[in-house]
């Protein structure tokens, strides 16, 4: 079964960073789309960035433009998002998601586009 480890989460003060981690199990991420997610109490899950392997192309969301990274490793078998000058209003559980670049794009990468998922793991902003 083909599975994504998320981890990395935490409780961060304004202004601080965290990096988030998600590692595939049982496959690579060589041709996949891979999208960050996130979903705060209350709210609709947003898109917050996505990586394309074949091109190494990325695209954010406004919200996080600028702060927040995404990247993968050599081996494709990570991809990671680098957070910084975190907000309180960054604050949610994100989640990862991988498909193959042919049925999940960068371009909108909607939830219902990506069949694997990591679990979600809690990002919490408060000083």
């Known amino acids: 079964q083909l599975q994504l480890v998320g981890s990395g989460g935490g409780l961060v003060q304004p202004g601080g960073s965290l990096r988030l981690s998600c590692a595939a199990s049982?496959?690579?991420?060589?041709?996949?789309?891979i999208a960050w997610f996130r979903q705060a109490p209350g709210k609709e899950r947003e898109g917050v960035a996505c990586l394309t392997d074949s091109t190494g192309s990325t695209v954010y969301a406004d919200s996080v433009k600028g702060r927040f990274t995404v990247s993968e490793n050599n081996a494709k078998t990570r991809v990671y998002l680098q957070m910084d000058s975190l907000k309180p209003e960054d604050t949610a559980v994100y989640s990862c998601?991988?498909?193959?670049?042919?049925?999940?794009?960068?371009?909108?990468?909607?939830?219902?586009?990506?069949?694997?998922w990591g679990q979600g793991t809690q990002v919490t902003v408060s000083a």
């Open positions: 998601a991988a498909d193959y670049e042919a049925l999940a794009n960068c371009r909108r990468y909607e939830p219902g586009d990506f069949g694997t």
């Open positions: 049982r496959f690579t991420l060589a041709y996949h789309s």
